[in-house]
């Protein structure tokens, strides 16, 4: 199957520090997600971003389907963004149905 | 719109007892998935669901089984729990491929439920 790869595995910031995280892919892909899970566990939907950049606020994220990797990009980094981000890229099956593969997650720890 | 809803929040079960998790939507999608997380590891699929009466296997089927009667909840069910099904399990859903909106194919979880078998 895929093979989903995400960098660093733990971060440490200074409160207001930006950063920059890692997502590649083994194959081609029909589209590519970022997921926040806070530490309380919830997962939160930042970017459904195939390809091409998408800017939130203080994120955006960096697809290049064709080089199969993404980027993350915090800036100006809060403590509440602190947790595990993960990226999970989705694929068409034979059979029609939609399924996403996600990465191990990069840890980030904001320190005030 | 209560989005997803997972039923139970936490669980204690004994090796070989059987429990059925819930998952409801309200968003009226056609997909639906149950994945497990387990610790230093991202989420891995079980089973999943392109439409009500229909599921499939995913990744990590073995010792689960589900249903799919309505449209709006997807059930998950352990027959004879095992210690390594001790996991926290997310339910998510998401619209049906073709759908003319961007971003359908985007996945939403519900809080999770923590299972703990002794």
């Known amino acids: 199957g895929i093979q989903v790869e995400q960098s660093p595995p733990d971060l440490i910031l200074q409160e207001g520090a930006n950063s920059t995280l890692r997502c590649n892919f083994s194959d081609s892909v029909n589209n590519l997600q970022w997921f926040h899970q806070n530490p309380w566990g919830q997962l939160i939907n930042l970017f459904y971003?195939?390809?091409g950049t998408k800017q939130n606020g203080r994120l955006s994220a960096t697809t290049v389907a064709t080089e199969r990797y993404s980027l993350l990009y915090i800036s100006s980094s809060q403590t509440t963004d602190s947790g595990v981000y993960f990226c999970?890229?989705?694929?068409?099956?034979?059979?029609?149905?939609?399924?996403?593969?996600f990465g191990k997650g990069t840890k980030l720890s904001v320190i005030p | 719109n209560a989005g997803v809803t997972q039923t139970p929040k936490f669980r204690v079960l004994k090796t070989g007892q059987s429990m059925t998790l819930l998952c409801a939507q309200d968003m009226n999608h056609e997909y639906m998935y149950w994945y497990r997380q387990d610790p230093g590891m991202g989420l891995r699929l079980i089973h999943y669901s392109v439409g009500e009466g229909t599921t499939a296997k995913g990744e990590v089927p073995d010792g689960y089984n589900v249903s799919r009667l309505k449209k709006q909840n997807f059930l998950l069910g352990l027959e004879s729990a095992a210690p390594s099904q001790t996991s926290v399990y997310f339910c998510?859903?998401?619209?049906?491929?073709?759908?003319?909106?961007?971003?359908?194919?985007?996945?939403?979880f519900g809080p999770g439920t923590r299972l703990l078998v002794l």
């Open positions: 999970a890229v989705g694929r068409y099956s034979g059979a029609g149905s939609y399924q996403l593969t």
């Open positions: 998510a859903s998401s619209y049906e491929r073709g759908r003319t909106s961007g971003g359908q194919e985007t996945q939403y």
């Open positions: 971003i195939p390809s």
